[in-house]
C-alpha cells in the first residue's frame, strides 16, 4: 500500500544505540490483591512509534496500558516519559490520552460537537476550537459529515470521528484498547491502513492493545507479545514471525508446525534433530542449542513444500508421508501430511495458476520437504 513501507523501513529507532527512548516501563509489577497482573516488567517505547500490546485475554495489557494513562498506578517499578516518572501525576495531566473500544461517543451531540468536547472542557477560545475542530474533521475526511450525529454515521466513520475526538487536544501519546474491535472485518482492514496513516500524519505515539494477531502484524512497527504479565518478545512483525524467540511466541503468532526432537550433533552451524521415532532432521539457525538438548524446530507450512516426486536436491530435508487431509482455500491449499512416525505437517501451496501440474490427492504417498534454514531451533 503505497509508499508506507518505504518511509517507515529506515524508522528504526530501537537499533540505534543513541535514541532515547520515550516511554520507559521499569521493572514494572502490578498487583491486585494477591494476584499478579504485571510481573516485573520492563519495555522501552520509542517518539512517534507504532507499538502494539498483543496477548491472549486476561495477560495484563490493559492493565498495562491504565497505568500509562494513570487510571492505575505501579505496585512496584517505574513509568517514565520523556524522562519524568510519571507516579502521581493524574490523568489529565500526562501528555497521554485514551481511546477506547467502545468509543463512547455521545449520542446527542453532532460530530463536531464530540470533537469540540473535550478542548471546550479545557476553556480553550471559541475561535481556537473551530479552527482546531475543522483541521480534525479534514484529518479523518468528515468535513462533510460535521453535523450529523453518530447514529447517521457507519461505525468506520464512528471510529474516525473518536480518533479525531482523542487527538484533538495533541497528545504526545495515543492510546488506544482494541480501537477497531466493533467493526466487522472488511472495515477493520481498511480502517488499520487509516489509523496507520493518520498516526505518520499526526506524528504521534501510539500504543496499543490488541488480542488481535493479524492488526498488530499489519499496522505496529513492533509488538510486545505477553503472557500471564509479562513480555514474551518485543520485535518488529516480521521478526516475531520468522524468528520467535520460543514455542509460546511462534504458536502464538501464524500457523506453525513444531517438531520436537533432541539435538543428536551439530557442526558448522548445521544441528540435527532426531524425534526418537526415526526421524532426523537438518536445521540452521539453532542459536544456543547444544547438542543433547530438547528443542523444537518452529517451521511455517509455506515454508515447507509437497510433492509426489522425491525431491533429489542433498541439501534440503525430505520425508515421506501421506496425505491425510487437504483444505483448499481458494488462494492457496493447505496439505495435512502424516508421516511415519505419526504426526502431521501442515504444509501451505499458493494456488499461482488454475492448474497444478503435481495433483495430490487424499491417502497419496508425498514427499515434504525444506530447507534447513527454513524454520527456527527453540530451546523455551
Ligand atoms: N481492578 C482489578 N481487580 C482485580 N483484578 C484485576 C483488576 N483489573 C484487572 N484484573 C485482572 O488482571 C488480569 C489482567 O487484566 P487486563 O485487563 O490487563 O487483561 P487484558 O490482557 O487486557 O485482557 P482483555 O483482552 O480481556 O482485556 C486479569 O486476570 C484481570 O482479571
Redesign the pocket.
Known sequence: MKSLGSIRRSFAPWNDPDAKPYIVFENVT?R??D?T??NNLSLKIYEREFFA?L????????????MLAGF?EPTAGRILLDGQDLRGIPPYRRPVNMMFQSYALFPHMTVEANIAFGLKQEGMAKADIEKRVAEMLKLVKLERFAKRKPHQLSGGQRQRVALARSVAKRPKVLLL??PLGALDKKLREETQFELMDQQQELGLTFVV?T?DQEEAMTMADRIAI?DK?EVMQVATPAEVYEAPSSRFVAGFVGNVNMIEGTVSGRENGVARISDGNGLTIKAENIGDAAAGSAVAFAIRPEKIKVSSRKPDDPGVNVVEGEIYDIAYLGDMTVYHVKLADGQVVKASALNASRITDDPLTWNDRAFISFRPDAGVVLTR
Open positions: 502490578k491486585f490483591g494476584f497482573a504485571v500490546l496477548g491472549a485475554s486476561g495477560c495484563g495489557k490493559s492493565t498495562l496500558l491504565r492505575d484498547d482494541e492493545v488480542h505477553m504479565g
